[in-house]
């Protein structure tokens, strides 16, 4: 059971323009998010954060937003640059229970093209 | 400071082998995760290890197994090798259990003939 979903594998998107990256989750006990970037052969890297009494977290160029009602969250990425393209995941955790290890999503990979 | 370190970057392993992989966590971090990534799956969280206790598993089979010491350094060891087996495993450490940002080293890939 896939509690956290990427639905789209892979994403490409022009240089300056706005990368948006989406991420569901179904378990209702996750309280807390984190966007990574990954390069081959590297290990993921963190990005930012969100915890789930906020709607909204923004550092520089990255913004990540929480819609609960929905479990949904994306990442936004404005303006995308060349060495954006990367492999992105999304994770969550919880405090309790079946949330109370970190879960990633299968990823989406980004392009960003010149 | 210097980050989560895991050795060895490379390994080949025959089926039936048996391996153990080796994570350094960063200085204070007592808390270290292994993962295994493999095309397609993402990262499967496989254990995690607090205070030299195992707080968590995933779901896989016994042939995997970890462990912490007293110094947070965690090994993690895959019996009876399988060549699905072949995969990247990554270590992660924070400083408390899934508490907020979690560092990943650059891992380890194995490859299993």
């Known amino acids: 059971d896939q509690q956290v979903k990427q639905n789209s594998p892979s994403l490409s998107v022009q240089e300056g323009r706005i990368s948006i990256l989406n991420c569901d989750y179904t378990n209702s006990m996750f309280d807390y998010f984190l966007w990574y970037k990954k390069y081959p052969a590297e290990g993921p890297t963190f990005l930012i954060s969100?915890?789930?009494?906020?709607d909204k977290n923004e550092d520089g160029r990255f913004t990540v937003f929480l819609n609960k009602s929905a479990k949904h969250l994306s990442l936004h990425i404005v303006p995308s640059q060349p060495g954006d393209s990367a492999v992105y995941f999304c994770a969550a955790t919880g405090r309790t229970g079946t949330a109370s290890k970190l879960t990633f999503g299968t990823g989406t990979r980004l392009q960003v093209t010149l | 400071k210097a980050g989560v370190t895991q050795t060895p970057r490379y390994l080949i392993k025959t089926r039936g082998q048996q391996v153990t992989l080796s994570c350094s966590p960063i200085s204070g971090h007592r808390s270290v995760s292994w993962y295994q990534q493999t095309p397609g799956q993402g990262l499967q969280f496989l254990f995690e290890?607090?205070?030299?206790?195992?707080?968590n598993k995933g779901n896989f089979p016994g042939r995997f197994s970890g462990r912490q010491f007293s110094n947070s350094r965690s090994e993690m060891n895959v019996s009876t090798l399988e060549l699905g087996d072949s995969a990247l495993y990554l270590c992660?450490?924070?400083?408390?259990?899934?508490?907020?940002?979690?560092?990943f080293g650059q891992g380890t890939r194995l490859t299993v003939v």
């Open positions: 969100i915890s789930s009494i906020k």
């Open positions: 290890y607090f205070s030299e206790t195992q707080r």
């Open positions: 992660a450490s924070s400083l408390v259990p899934q508490g907020g940002q979690t560092f």
